[in-house]
């Protein structure tokens, strides 16, 4: 039942997409025959100016998207080339995904620039690139027992229910608009894209605790689609909280770091000297590093502030130990 109301509070608020400054995707996965495109077909006919494709250019969408400021429903996203999915990606923020083209009007030449912000569902079998995937709401797609009718787009009951979600659009869009702006802000990408479908739920006076309940697999979604760190790189964190527990300030070469974190890693996962460093580099981990001895052997310093904090902004939660010791992270 979640899922229904995730799924209709997400179609609702492709009316408002304008007034947000950033979207969610959704992104419905699972086996052939398991009712996305049939999904679909069900969201063309009632979220916002809906327009359904299998395949189309970085510049017919930008186009589509800035003239309809409408809804892209991606059937079979699996094929999606792979230089789109930059723009796309970019594309769940209405600041990001800008296409400039050159143009002439009078045989004066100007900078044209449209826009492919907008409201975009995925359907696909296979998962999608982490960028891509990284702004979505998963929901897995089973193939089902029940029998639902076929849909040939001219029932009755969609012109019903798009008058309805037109008259809430120019009614209500100042209400929609003051609930959002009431919802505080978190700094986080999951806060960001769960903000707008939190005000519309608002908006329509949905309960708290359906709204929880609609949160809680909107977060599920959300989880599942976020990029976790290797096993090496949680590897060299184990390592170095260990260290970090027993001294302030300590200091240990690359072949330290190798050995410690051998019996942690399957044999594909071990880390080379130099793959190590990248990784250091990239965390941020080491205070300083010097080469030291004749045969200039690395040497990382590390401070056990420095390791906590970095602990505590990528594994969260699922890290305690030592959080006392910094106090509240930056």
Partial sequence: PEHYGLITAWAIATYFAPLFPAFPFLLFLGPKESGKSKLLEILSQFAFNAYKVKSISEAALSDTTDG???????????????????????????????RRTVAFKNRIRFIRETSGYGPKVFASTRELDLDLTDRCCLINMQRT??????????EPAWNIVRDALYRFLLCEWKTVQNAFFSIP?????????????????????????EICNIKEVFDSGIERTKDTLSPTVEALFQ??????GKDDKFVLTTAELLQAMENLLHKM?????????????????????KKRTRSKIMHYYFSSSRIYDKAVRYLGT?????????????
């Fill in 68 to 98: 309809l400021r409408g809804t892209i429903l991606f059937d079979q996203a699996e094929n999606i080339d792979n230089n789109m999915v930059g723009f796309l990606a970019d594309s769940y923020k209405r600041a990001g995904a800008k």
């Fill in 145 to 154: 027992k029940m029998c639902f009718p076929d849909l040939f787009g001219e």
């Fill in 239 to 244: 390592v170095l909280i260990e260290y970090a």
């Fill in 269 to 289: 996962d071990q880390p080379n000297a130099r793959s190590l460093g990248k990784i250091i580099s990239l965390y941020d981990l080491a205070d300083s590093r």
């Fill in 318 to 330: 699922e890290f305690s130990s030592g959080e006392d010791k910094i106090g509240t992270s930056q």
């Fill in 185 to 209: 802000a978190t700094s986080t990408r999951r806060g960001e894209l769960w903000r707008p479908l939190h005000a519309v739920l608002m908006s329509l006076e949905v309960t708290d605790d």
